[in-house]
């Protein structure tokens, strides 16, 4: 069964220092992979979309990696600010449908000041 | 505002009360989805739609019912509501005919069901 694992569950970290979360998935052929940031009541917004072929994908202060060979992706924010805290999920597309996506269970981000 | 719009936010109803959540999008999009969020579960897919009059299952149908009879409605049905079906359910959808995975997916802000 494909899964697709973070941890830690959750981070607490003053302003300003750089973070790194971690996304795990256990089959190599994943087709790309998405990370999403989730904010209290709200859905689910991306951020960064790495396609198989890519190795990362840099938006302002965030840029996500993809390693295949070793199945993780991580997701580095460079000076975090209280804003960034929010919950984090990385999703792949199942390997035997892609139509379909696998998510995380997602890491719980707070940023103080 | 490209958005996808899910009614009710909030519902709170008993077992066996047939309801409906309602997904619509202004994008045009062929591809939408229905999730669910459970604490240590993450999302889930429920059903998901490649475009009008195709739907498929994801990896938890049981008990849900949808339909894709116009591109932009994908409504999401609750015949009998029991309690296991009380959780955060979310709407999304993307464009393109590539897989879904392919295309950023736009989510809609939730609706949190409770069913007594």
């Known amino acids: 069964k494909q899964e697709v694992t973070q941890i830690p569950a959750a981070l607490s970290v003053p302003e300003g220092e750089n973070l790194v979360l971690n996304c795990s998935f256990t089959d190599s052929a994943i087709y790309n992979l998405q990370w999403f940031r989730q904010d209290p009541g709200k859905g689910l917004t991306s951020l960064l979309l790495i396609q198989s072929s890519q190795r990362e994908q840099t938006s302002g202060r965030l840029n996500a990696s993809l390693d295949k060979s070793s199945g993780r992706s991580t997701l580095y924010i460079a000076a975090s600010q209280p804003g960034d805290s929010a919950t984090y999920l990385c999703?792949?597309?199942?390997?035997?449908?892609?139509?379909?996506?696998?998510f995380g269970t997602g890491t719980r981000l707070q940023v103080f000041p | 505002e490209a958005q996808v719009t899910q009614n009710p936010r909030y519902l709170i109803t008993v077992t066996g009360k047939k309801l409906t959540v309602t997904c619509s999008q202004n994008m045009n999009h062929e591809y939408m989805s229905w999730y669910r969020q459970d604490p240590g579960l993450g999302l889930r897919q429920i059903y998901y739609s490649m475009n009008v009059e195709v739907t498929d299952k994801g990896d938890v149908p049981e008990g849900y019912k949808v339909s894709r009879k116009e591109k932009r409605n994908f409504p999401l049905i609750l015949e009998s509501p029991s309690p296991n079906q009380t959780s955060l359910y979310f709407c999304?959808?993307?464009?393109?005919?590539?897989?879904?995975?392919?295309?950023?997916?736009?989510f809609g802000a939730g609706s949190r069901l409770t069913v007594l």
């Open positions: 999703a792949a597309p199942s390997i035997y449908n892609t139509d379909k996506l696998i």
């Open positions: 999304a959808s993307s464009s393109g005919t590539a897989p879904p995975g392919a295309n950023v997916l736009t």
